[in-house]
């Protein structure tokens, strides 16, 4: 059976519920992190927290808990799934209150919940993904880690549609890329020297600062490559040596193809035709195994 805690106590996921007038419902007004669980370990847990502590500063939620109580409860929540591999989902609203657009009053206490997510020990080697490319919709912070994710389903679902497997979302003022439905976006570039760069957009409001995105720059400082945040298009990407994507479940995930043009090299191993983006997530897999 699954748990899910909310509200201070624990419940079978099944049976789990909010009022019909919490405001994560009605209005989006709700904050959430995925936290990878390996081994039983949660992963990069302080990355979460800075990131939902500012989530919830952007949107004036006040925190329900100290942060030290919040690892309290998701190391419970490990604990009563018998949660090996996996995830934990957290999300905070802003509590439940009469549907009117005006935050409700300041002793409203908030909605907080988790549930667990079973999965299975990292893959040998990265998932290769068809990438589509679509207009991004979304509203102008996407930096905040809300619940507001219909423009993301929307433009998943378009890719898929399309023959995708995942989508990349571009801004149609300057043909920049900005990151996948739940993924931050990485090129690499080689020159005639073999020598080699990173790209990733930069941070802004139009990307969200994702914690393996984080935790992927320092293991690439430590290891001696060049990483440049700056903006690419989406014809650079296509002439790109590499494209991968990085996410708290799915670490590292090749893009072997963009809107039906191959990346990369066409002959060879994924390993041999993505060579960083295969080195990049063994580093990551046993950075997790250290932790």
Known sequence: MSWAWINGRFTPLSHAALSIEDRGLLFADAVYEVVCVARARALDVEGHWSRLWRSMREIDLAPPCSRAVLTLLLERVVARNRLREGMVYLQ??????????????????????????????????????????VADTRWRRVDIKTTNLLANCLALEEAKARGGDEVLLYDAASDNLLEASKSNLWLVARDTKAFTKIFTPPRSTNILGGVTRLALLRLAEQAGLTICEESFTREQAKAADELF?????????????????????????PRQRYPLSHKLYDMYVERMGSL
Not at 105 to 127: D, E, I, V
């Open 92 to 133: 905070i609203s802003r509590g439940s209150a009469r549907r009117e657009h005006a935050f409700p009053a300041p002793s409203t206490l908030a909605n907080m919940f988790f549930f667990a997510t079973h999965g299975k020990p990292p893959l040998a080697a990265p998932r290769l993904l068809r990438a589509v490319s």
């Open 245 to 269: 994507l990085t996410n708290s479940t799915g670490f590292v995930s090749v893009v072997s193809s963009l809107d039906g043009c191959a990346i990369g090299k066409e002959e060879g191993t």
